[in-house]
Structures are given as structure tokens and as C-alpha cells.
């Protein structure tokens, strides 16, 4: 009997490592402790992140003031760019990581924007870009010290100053709106 638990203590403990990865993106443990995401996560979640900035700046070029325009004007430009060089990368197997669309989360943040009337617009929008932003650079960062594709980790180290730009550009509008 106490054999039997050992082998199932230690089967444990060696997948463990493997399935928090995936649990731990999903749940922003990852992001916290510093671990590299997997490849597949990496994947995912650069796309829905362009995705879903690609469609908020669509909205905020409807409802924002001027340098909400403006600065939705670059969102668009730089992510789809980096959505582009990510595809062009991403071959073989790790295709079937790139998501069809939004996923619920995102979804629900860009009908969130949706519905928000235009005075209030800056009050969503703003803080939102800050946030998605920083969860961006923590991402990046994470892949570029320890992700497995030598292409990919090249590329999330060179891709870390446009985001950090996003980031300062997104604190500016929040701390202006203020």
C-alpha cells in the first residue's frame, strides 16, 4: 500500500510541472512566479492579446477622445504587425495554438468597451490598456529568458520595447485622464 502512494506521490510530482504551466498562464500564477510560459501558451495568448488590441483600438477610433484616436491609430499599426511576423513563425504542429477568434475573456472586455458610452469611454479604456499592456511585457519577458523556440524567444526579446512604449503611451492617457 505505501508503495502505491509513493508511485503515485512521485508520478504526481513529475506532471505536475508540465500542467501548471498551461493552469498557470490561464491563471496568472505563472506571471507571478516568473515562469516561462510553454511555447503553445505563448502562442495563444500573443495572439488574442493582438486580436483583442486590434478591436479595442477599432472601438476607441469610434469613442475616444483625440489621444485615445491617436494612440489606438498605433495599436493597430504595431499589432498587426506583430500578429503577422507571430504567423509567419508559428509552423507545422504549433499552428494549431493560433486561436480562430476572441476567446470569452477577451470578448467580454471589447463588449464592455462596446456598450460604454462615449463620455465614459476613457474610464474603461484607458486603465484596460495599461493593464493588458503590462500583462504583455510580463509575458514577453518571461518567454525571452526562458521559452523553448530559440525563433520565438529571439523574437519576444526584440518585440519588449515596442511594448514597453505601448505601456508608457497607455500611462500617459490614464494619468491624463485623471
Same mark, same amino acid.
Given at each position: 500500500?505505501?508503495?502505491?502512494?509513493?508511485?503515485?506521490?512521485?508520478?504526481? @510530482?513529475?506532471?505536475?510541472?508540465?500542467? +501548471?504551466?498551461? =493552469? @498557470?498562464?490561464?491563471?496568472?500564477?505563472?506571471?507571478?512566479?516568473?515562469?516561462?510560459?510553454?511555447?503553445?501558451?505563448?502562442?495563444?495568448?500573443? &495572439?488574442?492579446?493582438?486580436?483583442?488590441?486590434?478591436? &479595442? &483600438?477599432?472601438?476607441?477610433?469610434?469613442?475616444?477622445?483625440?489621444?485615445?484616436?491617436?494612440? #489606438?491609430?498605433?495599436?493597430?499599426?504595431?499589432?498587426?504587425?506583430?500578429?503577422?511576423?507571430?504567423? #509567419?513563425? =508559428?509552423? @507545422?504542429?504549433?499552428?494549431? +495554438?493560433?486561436?480562430?477568434?476572441?476567446? !470569452?475573456?477577451?470578448?467580454?472586455?471589447?463588449? =464592455?468597451?462596446?456598450?460604454?458610452? #462615449? !463620455?465614459?469611454?476613457?474610464?474603461?479604456?484607458?486603465?484596460?490598456? =495599461?493593464?493588458?499592456?503590462? !500583462? +504583455?511585457?510580463?509575458?514577453?519577458?518571461?518567454? +525571452?529568458?526562458?521559452? !523553448?523556440?530559440?525563433?520565438?524567444?529571439?523574437?519576444?526579446?526584440?518585440?519588449?520595447? #515596442?511594448?514597453?512604449?505601448?505601456?508608457?503611451? &497607455?500611462?500617459?492617457?490614464?494619468?491624463?485622464?485623471?
Amino acid at each position: 500500500m505505501k508503495r502505491t502512494i509513493l508511485a503515485i506521490a512521485i508520478g504526481c @510530482g513529475l506532471t505536475m510541472p508540465a500542467m +501548471a504551466q498551461s =493552469v @498557470g498562464e490561464k491563471t496568472g500564477v505563472n506571471s507571478v512566479l516568473g515562469v516561462a510560459p510553454k511555447t503553445e501558451d505563448f502562442i495563444k495568448e500573443v &495572439a488574442l492579446s493582438d486580436m483583442l488590441e486590434i478591436e &479595442a &483600438a477599432k472601438i476607441a477610433q469610434q469613442k475616444g477622445n483625440t489621444a485615445e484616436k491617436k494612440f #489606438a491609430e498605433q495599436m493597430m499599426t504595431d499589432h498587426t504587425k506583430t500578429s503577422t511576423e507571430l504567423k #509567419a513563425m =508559428v509552423t @507545422g504542429e504549433m499552428r494549431s +495554438a493560433l486561436p480562430a477568434g476572441l476567446d !470569452d475573456k477577451s470578448q467580454k472586455k471589447l463588449d =464592455v468597451l462596446r456598450d460604454t458610452k #462615449a !463620455d465614459d469611454f476613457a474610464s474603461e479604456y484607458d486603465p484596460m490598456q =495599461v493593464s493588458a499592456h503590462k !500583462d +504583455a511585457i510580463s509575458l514577453f519577458e518571461r518567454y +525571452a529568458k526562458g521559452g !523553448d523556440d530559440p525563433k520565438l524567444k529571439d523574437w519576444a526579446g526584440k518585440t519588449l520595447p #515596442a511594448l514597453q512604449h505601448h505601456l508608457a503611451m &497607455a500611462q500617459d492617457l490614464d494619468k491624463n485622464r485623471k
